[in-house]
Structure formats: structure tokens, C-alpha cells
């Protein structure tokens, strides 16, 4: 998780890179000149001269930054070299003449551009970023700057020359990536992917473990700063979830490092969206009925309950914690310098003064979205308590950098405590009731943060959180109803909030994003009802909002993992007082033949669901055949016994016949003797 911890698309429709869109504050620039007075022509002076220490500063900053460990290293330092070049134009420009062309300007604010989001990618250096893109608009800036008006050497128009070299060479790896690229993200949400195509991009994006691929994800969500959604990063969100599924699919030791240091160097401090760590280390089922033992690791209940009474003393897997790896790993102490200014923006944060808050909060949003570091600083300065105070300000940008703030710091895991013993959940749930959709979204988000705290999960549900969210997963924008969905599906591993979810609604919406194919949600929906049915009001819930043809149409169309969850349900639903209900409704929607061929080709999990429902399905059809075969032989032993019936009833009438026959054929005798 980082700053607006969700997956946003990119307005500007490129789809042969993927660039970066971290959050970067705008530069002021000065109102452009409306008059030739002298004023004016010192404004534009100024707003030149600007430009110019801003370019100095960014190359500077771009030249500090070396360590890249990623794997396009060799092209991030290709990319850092030539704007490092950059410096000795820029340091002859700072003494040319003043005021500079409308034109030249404009270059220049290109060139700003370009060399701030060069930074940000150097910056974050994690992610599989193709940087064609950056490297393209380097050299379109550049081409746009007349050296003559600038007074710069001819010697320094080498550097554009190496840009645009850099710009039309393209090597054929990028070019198959490309390729395959565009073949993704032109399918349909619900449509199969040649799975070639997905193995060729998780073994050249270097994404083959659920590890790199959460990794990756936490890059995504740095990229999803604030504004308007962003397709390319919609797509790459897609993108990601359609190479997890085929990760999953394949044999489970595809995904495993030679190298357990490699391995190790991939965690993250930030916690994964959904992790490993929620699925039982016995049954490695997600679990739906967690319990903590004593040695402090989590449980499907039934599994370890099934494990101890098998006569083991010890828990399975006494491995320690994976949070000793991901979250314990002690940040660098901040400088005394960064210590100062950190308290100086909480006297500012603490004043009266509004516009003095709001710089604040925006200040320490940006520099605990940055570092580890930076978080922990933050933290043991005091700035939680503060920040909490001003989550119920009436001033929209004040309470969005608050509470993205406060988002931030949560990922830093001592901070988790610190947020929670301030009692910022009331006022985080205010936010997500009551803010503008920017601060529900990351109110959203916070609370998943928090909730990785199983204890969390307890004061979180009891907050009230539950059915705002609800709430936002219903009528909140696209990165609003995912980061809603995220945080629900965390909450609803606690039994405890199950219950209230469902009396919240949840189930209805979650069945209607089912249904709606172009909401992307189908996946969270889909995982989050999986969960529930394991709880006797979610399964009722689920049974009486008809979702068992849903469920069946997921089976059939939907992703590996959908398939999984959507027979996860169908497990349940198939159990119980319903039990034949539902499996007579399944056997006439055609599960049988879907079934088999999960059993067949699904993931671990699907096959096993898919193998005990075809269980159940046929112990159910032998049922009902025999059901069928014993009232067919009540029947013909009923119309036997009528037959027979009714042929003694027609041989006690003949006999009486006879017999009356009989004497009336012996009366005229009589009376003749008579």
C-alpha cells in the first residue's frame, strides 16, 4: 500500500509504454506577462530564471540517484547518464539573455515535465516501466529549445542528438513485450488469454512468484496518485491480475527462486494487498474461520483442530512469522535535519491558522509517501495525535491530505498501533461517511491498512466502517469501490464482522458486480462472497438472492481463480438444509460437465471444490434415483394390490352371483312338492 493505494488508469491513452504517475506537486509559475511595461518585462525575467534553477535542480536530483536494482538497469542508467549531460547546457543557459520567448518557455516547462517524471521513474526504479516514452519526450523538449536564443554552445546539441538516437533505437525485446502487451490489453475482461502470451510476459517482466507480483502491485499503487482514474494504470492493474491467475495455474513450484537471498531481497516493508499469510499453512485454503494458537500463528479452525486431536504437541509450520521479514525490518533512523523539519510542520499543523494546516498535512502526505524512513520519523515526532484531531475539519483539502496521511504512515507497522491507540477510526469512519470521494477513497484504503492487525479487525468492525463502506462499494468511483472491496474482504475474515456486513447489504452488491462485466470488479466481489458463505447469514443470503445461476455462468466463463471461488460457494450453498435445493438447481443450469472439467484442469483449490461438489452431486443423483426407483416400486406394489383387490372384489360378486342363481333355480321344486 502507498499513497492512494489503488490501481488508477492514465489519462493520456499510451499504451506502447507504461509510464510513471506518481504524485509530484505542480511547480508555480508566475501569471504570464499582459503588458511590455518594465514590471512585466522583470516577471518575465523571473519566470525564466526559474525555469532554469528548476531544470538545475532536477538534473541534480536525477544525478544523485544511482542505485537501481531492477531489470532494466542497464536502460535506467543509460536514461540517468544523458540527463546528466543535461547540466552543462543548463549551467550556460542560467547566464543567457533574459527575458526569453514565449516559445522557449514553453520548451523549457516541456522539459521540466519530462525531467520531473524522469525522476519519479529513476526514483521508484521497481516496477517493469518501458521507458521509450520518457526518453521521447526528452528529446521532443529538447527539439523544441532554439540554442542560438539560448546562447548555449553548438557542442551541446550532441545531447539531443543522443536522445533522439536513444528515441528511434528500439530493441526487439521491447518490441514482443509490446506486442504481447497490446494483445492483453485489447481482450475483453472476461475473455481467455493464449497462455504463451502470459508466460512470455511473466518470465520478461521478471513476475513469476506471488512475491514479485505483490511487489509489483505496490509499485502500481505509488504510480495511482491522486486525480482523476488513469487508464494505463487500469490496464496494468488488469494486466497484473491476468498473470497472478496464470502464475496459479501452473505447477506450484513454477514459481519458486533458485535463490532464497534473491527471494529475500524482493520483500517488501509494505503489506501485500491480499496475502499469502490469509491462507491456512495446513490446507492452504483461505480461511474463512481463523484462530490464533499460542505460538502466535493463524489457523483455519477445523485444520488445526483436525491436527491436534490427530496427537501432535506442536503446531504445523513453526517457521517464524513472515512479518519478521516484511514488516520488522528497522528503518534507518531520519537525519536531525529531517527530525527539524518534521517538527517544524507540526507547530505548523498545530496553529489556528487554515492555510497553515493544509500546507502542513500536505507536506507530511508527501514526505510519508517517500520513505520508510520518513514514516517512522514522522511517527515518533507525535504527528498521529495532531493529524487525528483534524480528520473532522470542515476544509475538503485539509481533511483529503489528512487523512491520505495518515494512509501513508499506516504502512509503517509500529504506526499501525500509534493510529489506533489515538482513537482515529471514529474519524477515519466520518471521512469515509462524509468527505469528498478522494478522502473516502483513502479512508478506505487506511482502514485495510489498519485491519492487517487481526485485533484491528475487531475495533474496526465495531466502528461503524462496515456499512460505509458497503456504501462506497455501491455508488463510489472505480478506485473507491476497489479499495472498499480490499478493506471488506480483510474485515470479513473475523467471523465476528461476517454478520455485519451482510445485515449491511453486501451480499445484493456483490452479486450485481458479478453481473456487470465491464465493472472490473468481478474478482473482489467473487472473493468476498466466498467468505461469506461460510457464515450461516451470508449462505442464507446468498441462497435467497437467487445467485446460484450467477454462480454457474462464473464457473463456466470466468478466470482460474473465479472458478475457484465461484465453486467455493457452490460448496457451501450445496450444504446443509438447502442441501438438495440447490443441487437440483445446479444439475439443471449443466454444472456436471462444468464441474468435470474443473476437477480436470482447474487450480488446486478449484479441483478439490469441484471434486467434492461432484461428490455430493452424485450422492445426491443416487439418492434420487433410488428415491425415483423405490416410488416406482411403491407404485406398481399400490396398483398390484388394487389389481388384486379388485379381482377378489370381482370373485366375491361372481360367487354371490351363483349363489343366488343357484337358489332361485331351486325354488319351483320346492314349491311343486308343496
Known amino acids: 500500500m502507498e499513497e492512494e493505494a489503488k490501481p488508477s488508469p492514465n489519462a493520456d491513452g499510451n499504451t506502447n509504454s507504461v509510464s510513471v504517475a506518481t504524485e509530484v506537486a505542480p511547480l508555480a509559475l508566475p501569471p504570464p506577462s499582459s503588458s511590455e511595461s518594465v514590471e512585466g518585462k522583470a516577471k518575465e525575467e523571473e519566470e525564466a530564471g526559474d525555469l532554469v534553477e528548476q531544470l538545475v535542480a532536477l538534473v541534480d536530483e536525477i544525478t544523485a540517484i544511482s542505485d537501481f536494482r531492477n531489470a532494466y538497469r542497464r536502460q535506467f542508467c543509460n536514461l540517468s547518464q544523458r540527463i546528466r549531460l543535461l547540466a552543462p547546457m543548463l549551467e550556460e543557459a542560467k547566464e543567457g539573455p533574459r527575458p526569453l520567448p514565449e516559445a522557449q518557455c514553453s520548451a523549457l516547462r516541456q522539459l521540466r515535465e519530462a525531467l520531473s517524471d524522469s525522476r519519479e521513474l529513476l526514483r521508484l526504479g521497481g516496477g517493469s516501466k518501458i521507458i521509450l516514452d520518457i526518453t521521447a519526450r526528452l528529446e521532443q523538449a529538447l527539439g523544441g529549445i532554439s540554442f542560438d536564443e539560448l546562447d548555449i554552445s553548438d557542442e551541446i546539441e550532441l545531447v539531443h542528438a543522443q536522445f533522439k538516437r536513444a528515441k528511434e533505437r528500439c530493441d526487439p525485446s521491447d518490441d514482443d513485450i509490446f506486442n504481447d502487451l497490446m494483445s492483453v490489453y485489447n481482450s475483453s475482461p472476461g475473455a481467455n488469454v493464449d497462455p504463451d502470451i502470459l508466460r512470455r510476459l511473466s518470465e520478461k517482466l521478471q513476475l513469476v512468484t506471488i512475491s514479485d507480483l505483490n511487489q509489483e502491485s505496490l509499485i502500481l499503487h505509488e504510480m495511482a496518485s491522486g486525480g482523476d482514474p488513469n487508464a494505463v494504470v487500469e490496464k496494468m492493474s488488469m494486466l497484473l491480475k491476468r498473470i497472478k491467475d496464470f502464475v496459479q495455474t501452473q505447477d506450484p513450484g513454477m514459481g519458486t527462486r533458485a535463490s532464497t537471498m534473491e527471494l529475500s531481497e524482493k520483500v517488501n516493508l509494505a503489506c501485500p494487498i491480499v496475502p499469502d499469510d490469509f491462507h491456512c499453512p495446513i490446507s492452504l485454503d483461505l480461511m474463512k474461520d481463523p484462530v490464533i494458537v499460542a505460538t502466535g500463528q493463524t489457523y483455519e479452525r477445523g485444520c488445526i483442530e483436525r491436527w491436534l486431536k490427530a496427537g501432535h504437541d506442536t503446531s504445523n509450520g513453526m517457521e517464524p512469522p513472515k512479518c519478521t521479514a516484511q514488516h520488522c525490518n528497522a528503518p534507518a533512523s531520519c537525519t536531525a ?13 498545530s496553529s489556528q491558522n487554515l492555510e497553515d494546516q493544509r500546507e502542513a498535512a500536505g507536506m507530511l502526505r508527501q514526505l510519508a509517501k517517500r520513505s520508510a524512513e520518513n514514516r517512522a520519523c514522522i511517527g515518533e515526532a507525535g504527528a498521529v495525535p495532531i493529524l487525528v484531531s483534524l480528520l473532522l475539519t470542515t476544509d475538503v483539502s485539509t481533511q483529503e491530505h489528512v487523512v491520505t496521511a495518515l494512509l501513508n504512515l499506516s504502512i509503517y507497522e509500529e504506526n499501525k498501533a500509534i493510529i489506533i491507540t489515538s482513537g482515529a477510526v471514529p474519524g477515519i469512519v466520518h471521512v469515509l461517511k462524509r468527505g469528498s470521494m478522494e478522502a473516502r477513497e483513502n479512508s478506505a484504503a487506511t482502514l485495510f491498512s489498519l485491519s492487517l492487525v487481526d485485533e484491528n479487525k475487531i475495533t474496526i468492525g465495531a466502528s461503524g466502517a462496515i456499512l460505509a463502506l458497503v456504501l462506497l462499494l455501491s455508488n463510489g468511483s472505480q478506485r473507491g469501490k476497489k479499495d472498499a472491496a480490499t478493506a471488506l474482504f480483510n474485515l470479513c475474515i473475523y467471523q465476528g464482522n461476517k454478520g455485519k456486513a451482510v445485515k449491511a447489504g453486501l451480499v445484493p452488491i456483490l452479486l450485481g458486480l458479478l453481473t456487470e462485466t465491464e465493472s472490473g470488479m468481478m474478482d473482489e466481489a467473487l472473493a468476498i462472497l466466498a467468505i461469506l458463505s461460510s457464515h450461516h447469514e451470508g449462505k442464507a443470503a446468498i441462497s435467497s438472492a437467487a445467485a446460484l445461476p450467477i454462480l454457474v455462468v462464473v ?24 442441501q438438495q435445493q440447490h443441487l437440483a438447481e445446479a444439475q439443471e443450469q449443466g454444472i456436471v460437465t462444468l464441474l468435470e472439467e474443473l476437477a480436470e484442469n482447474g487450480t488446486d483449490r478449484g479441483k478439490r471444490k469441484a471434486i467434492l461438489l461432484l461428490e455430493r452431486m452424485n450422492q445426491f443423483l443416487m439418492q434420487q434415483s433410488q428415491a425415483q426407483a423405490q416410488a416406482e416400486a411403491m407404485a406398481q406394489a399400490n396398483a398390484h394390490a388394487q389389481t388384486q ?11 354371490e352371483m351363483q349363489v343366488e342363481q343357484s337358489l332361485l333355480s331351486s325354488s319351483p321344486s320346492h314349491l311343486s312338492d308343496i
Open 645 to 655: 383387490a379388485q379381482a377378489l372384489v370381482e370373485a366375491q360378486s361372481q360367487v
Open 555 to 578: 464457473i463456466r466463463n470466468g478466470s482460474a481463480r473465479n472458478k475457484e471461488n465461484g465453486a467455493a460457494v457452490l460448496v457451501h450453498l450445496c450444504n446443509g438444509e438447502q
Open 337 to 349: 535535519a529531517e527530525h527539524s523539519k518534521v517538527v517544524e510542520l507540526l507547530q505548523k499543523l
